[in-house]
């Protein structure tokens, strides 16, 4: 049966408002996709690119068979089809993680990895949203198709925008996936009671209750899947990413987007409990006048945290993008501000480019192994970090890759591009073998080769705090870069450079927990994080 038109264009009529949330659901389940995949399969463009194509598909699939039934629409269709959305949310709500996790280990091309998993778990209810529209236009009342047609896509691409706008800028910062999925799910099934109204059928309500219920469950269940090893003390979704924070043993760990970003001992915080942050300490054997250290990555504050206990004449300024990060490592991991210690809450390049201070020391430490900033790693930037250090000073790059092999491509390409701006560039891989590692890259200003012997006699003979005889062990002061490219602003294919590492084991050298001072910091053990 045909509904009116709306006469007031701040009151819309049922199809309308099932168009409406139709759009605000799609694009909302969308961006949340993108959250969900990307602790699995990371948030590089390819997983982007699957995520909007399979959307696309399976709208433009719902278009297709809605409107060859549209001469069947009725308002009861739209009810069952914005219930069958909602339980298929909750659904994922319940159990998408774990099907994530089984679907990680497909034998596929690492580019397409992620693509069974995201047209499974948001195609079919991608597709029920695209039957709205056509049955929409069907029930709009309007004689003329072109008319009907052209208001209900209109009016769909309003509600994809709020939804847009809403979830990136509201749910996103305020709730978990579960709790973004409620809403989603909850508003569907408040669209069908709204659209049954005022003769709700009782076998509609008795569908519309038992979705809500299970919405509801699987909402405070968490989601099933294989969390993180320990307990979860904090967990939330930035505006950035997936923040976790976990407490397994004597160990705090810092997980971003499911990747382990920092960690730090409960019983001693300036323990280095991954070995890689060990590696911090290099450049005060490289100088030895280094007074003010800027840091461009916070995390768990690592480096910053042991810099300002271990090194007293040294002021640290830290540079971190995410407030949420900034919160959580004063609250969790012990940070505090102080004369010796500065938080920035901003972008790396952005306050490079607008401070007037000079560093003797920059740490880059805002990469991660699936996720890299492209600003953050072309020669222009290169080149402002210089500009930022004092004559002879050093820029220290926290690099995720292999040493060598098809995986070491973005690793070799930041290294050709740092050795474009800086005369010497040393690296010290951390896992002692070709797997996805920490790669410490350490550019200097000083143009005067220092071999590893001369750096494993300073390390005997100048106190930094540490023993770095096992670290310097792995130097490197000559790659093969012929075959990458040069990084910079008009083209950085950071993407392409990081896919050989989809899959790939990326191994963490993690100290001994048994040490109880600094001469024993060589025994190690290594973790390896499921790619």
Known sequence: MASTPSLSPLRMTRPELAVFVSGVTSMGLEILAGRMIAPEFGSSIYTWGSIIGVFLAALSLGYHRGGKQAEQASNDRL????????????GVILLGDLFLQSMAGLPLPSRFASLPAITLLFGPPTYLLGYISPYAAELSGRSE????????????????????????????????????????????VATAVHIARPNVSRHEVYWSVGVSLLLVVATMSGGLGLDSAGTTVY???????????????????????????????????????FDYTSYFHVPFLLSDDIDRVLFVGGGGFTGPRVFNEMYPNVTVDVVEIDPEVVSVSKQYFGVEESDRLNIYTMDGRQYLR????????IVLDAYRKDKVPFELTTVEFMRLT??????????????????????????????????????????????????????????TKDATLVTRDELQARN?????????????????????????????????????????????????QQTNESETNASDANATAQIAVAA
């Open 79 to 90: 009810v069952r089809v914005f219930i069958a959305t909602a339980a298929y949310i909750a």
């Open 145 to 188: 198709v072109g008319a009907a047609s052209g208001h209900v896509y209109a009016v769909g691409t309003i509600g994809s925008i709020v939804g847009a706008f809403a979830t990136t800028f509201v749910l996103i910062p305020s709730l978990s996936v579960p709790q973004i999925g409620l809403v989603l799910g909850v508003i569907s």
């Open 235 to 273: 967990h939330t979704q930035t505006a950035y990413q997936e923040l976790r924070v976990v407490d397994a043993g004597d160990t705090r760990t810092l997980y971003l987007d499911g990747q382990p970003h920092s960690a730090m001992d409960l019983d001693d915080p300036t323990r280095h409990v």
């Open 354 to 361: 607008e401070t007037n201070q000079t560093y003797d020391l």
């Open 386 to 443: 210089s500009e930022r250090l004092d004559e002879d000073g050093i820029l220290f790059a926290n690099v995720i890759s292999a040493p060598s092999g098809p995986a070491s491509q973005f690793y070799r390409a930041e290294y050709k591009t740092m050795n474009r701006v800086y005369p010497q560039v040393y690296s010290f891989p951390t896992a002692g073998s070709v797997v996805v590692q920490n790669i410490e890259v350490v550019a």
């Open 460 to 508: 005997q003979h100048r106190d930094v705090g540490i023993d770095l005889a096992a670290e310097l062990s792995s130097y490197r002061n000559d790659e093969p870069t012929d075959d990458v490219p040069l990084l910079r602003d008009d083209r950085a294919p950071i993407d392409s450079l990081l896919d050989p590492m989809v899959g790939q084991r990326y191994v963490i």
